[in-house]
């Protein structure tokens, strides 16, 4: 038992390093630059060496007592940095799957909703292109017996899933993805995702389920580097040389939050496809051969909530608590 707790303790520290401390260790080390050079002296080295210098021979930086307490500080602003950056990017993960955007505040809720239909546009038109393709290589084969060739539609292809895998229904792209992996399953087998989901994952093997947490654990630690392209964001209104930072942060953020979503959306599907006949006979629903529509309604109607029934109304007396 001490062993096991003496390893937690380690992969806790390690955790706490890596997610929190480095990360804001950096950003206070660009906020005091940042402080101490401003708008007029930004790219002015010189100052900062200066600067840093007084602050190695002062008084309180030359004993021991003075070097813990600005190391205690350095940690414990790192470590608040981190945990506002954590936040935020519990905000920026919200932002960008976009789950729930009918609900946002009214300014926000009317900007999705625009982007929603701009995008549902752009993917109409493509989605018409790479059809129109489908077909003309259709009618090449019919009248020469040889295959077309295949750029051109591949061409079209990916220019549909640069906008979105299916139909918008999102304001963004990562959103979109994994909300296709519902639009796919519910049109191929019928299968509610949300109703069916709880019940699959406990019934999944242990691999797949830690495949699909690494994945999402990759979709968190995406958002994070978004949380802090904000905090960086911020100290451009000191000192503009944080905005390439920033810039340079949230481009890598936008690929990895791209990546895992696209990832997370795979396993998810792959998971719901290749397990829901075992869940069917966990749960007792006779069938055979691969999952089909009739395996999905019979999952959807056994697993789905029922609607409340009403109660009959009330003759008098005492209410019913």
């Known amino acids: 038992m001490g062993g096991f707790l003496q390893t937690l303790g380690q992969k806790l520290a390690e955790r706490w390093l890596t997610l929190l401390v480095l990360p804001g260790a950096l950003f206070v080390a660009t906020a005091i630059t940042a402080q ?19 602050w190695v021979h002062t008084p309180a930086a030359a004993g021991i007592g003075g070097q813990v307490v600005i190391l205690g500080s350095i940690l414990a602003s790192a470590a608040a940095a981190g945990l506002a950056a954590q936040g935020l990017a519990t905000l920026v993960q919200r932002a960008v799957l976009a789950v729930g ?7 926000l809720r009317r900007g999705a909703r625009a982007l929603v239909v701009r995008r549902r546009s ?19 084969l019919a009248r020469t017996g040889g295959r077309a060739d295949l750029a051109p539609r591949r061409a ?20 979109d993805r994994i909300h296709a992996v519902t639009v796919r399953l519910e049109r191929d087998h019928h299968l509610d995702l949300p109703a069916l989901w709880p019940y ?23 958002a994070a580097l978004g949380g802090w392209a ?6 451009t209104a000191w000192w503009w040389p944080a ?26 599907e792959a998971a719901a496809r290749l397990h829901a006949t075992g869940l069917a006979t966990q749960l007792g629903i006779d069938h055979t ?12 109607h056994q697993l789905r909530a029922q609607n409340p029934a009403l109660s009959p109304p009330s003759s008098g007396g005492a209410p019913l608590y």
Do not use: F, K
């Open 200 to 222: 699959l994952w406990l019934t999944v093997p242990e691999t797949t389920r830690a495949e699909i947490t690494t994945a999402e654990q990759a979709l968190a630690r995406a």
């Open 156 to 175: 079209a292809y990916h220019a549909m899933l640069r906008i979105a895998t299916e139909e918008p229904d999102r304001p963004t792209w990562s959103g």
């Open 122 to 140: 752009r993917w109409t038109a493509a989605a018409r292109r790479y059809q129109q393709q489908l077909d003309a290589d259709a009618r090449a």
């Open 101 to 107: 955007w009918n609900t946002w505040p009214r300014q």
């Open 36 to 54: 101490t050079l401003g708008q007029a002296h930004a790219l002015d080295h010189h100052r900062l060496i200066e600067q840093v210098a007084r």
């Open 230 to 235: 904000l905090m960086y964001t911020l100290l």
């Open 289 to 300: 051969g691969h999952a089909d529509p009739a395996l999905g309604d019979a999952l959807t």
């Open 243 to 268: 905005a390439l930072l920033a810039a340079a942060i949230g481009l890598t953020a936008r690929y990895r939050i791209r990546c895992a979503a696209d990832t997370y959306a795979q396993l998810l």
